[in-house]
């Protein structure tokens, strides 16, 4: 087995110990071997999108003056036929999105909204 040395901030490593005592795991590395089984379990779901999609993304980030989302909600606006953003604590956002278009579009959206770096949390549950 490969040994693999990663650099993580404070909350990244609670995280992961939390990970690893609430599923009674052995260490940090069977978390994060679960972690990547799981990050490759959500991206082969989010593989077959073929045709038109529906479903609800949903979205968790930092401040809302961040203008990131609206950003992609103009350039993907075509495939969102509902959008509901809401304040949480901390200075947080939650956009729920109906959407309904081609699956590749459904993805590129996904692609972008990851590579900003921004969301906390996203998630897409298709209908």
């Given at each position: 087995m490969g040994i693999v040395s990663i650099s993580l901030d404070n909350e990244s490593i609670e995280s992961l110990d939390m990970i690893t005592s609430t599923l009674g795991l052995k260490g940090r590395s069977e978390a994060v071997r679960l972690?990547?089984?799981s990050a490759v379990a959500e991206l082969k779901e989010n593989d077959d999108f073929e045709g038109t999609v529906e479903g609800v993304m949903i979205i968790v980030h930092e401040h809302h003056c961040n203008q990131w989302v609206n950003i992609i909600q103009h350039r993907y606006n075509d495939a969102i036929?509902?959008?509901?953003?809401?304040?949480l604590n901390n200075g947080k956002c939650l956009e729920l999105m109906i959407i309904s278009g081609e699956g590749d579009s459904i993805k590129n959206?996904?692609?972008?909204?990851?590579s900003t770096g921004e969301a906390r949390y996203l998630k897409f549950v298709r209908s």
């Open positions: 972690a990547i089984r036929k509902t959008q509901m953003h809401s304040h959206m996904m692609r972008e909204i990851q």
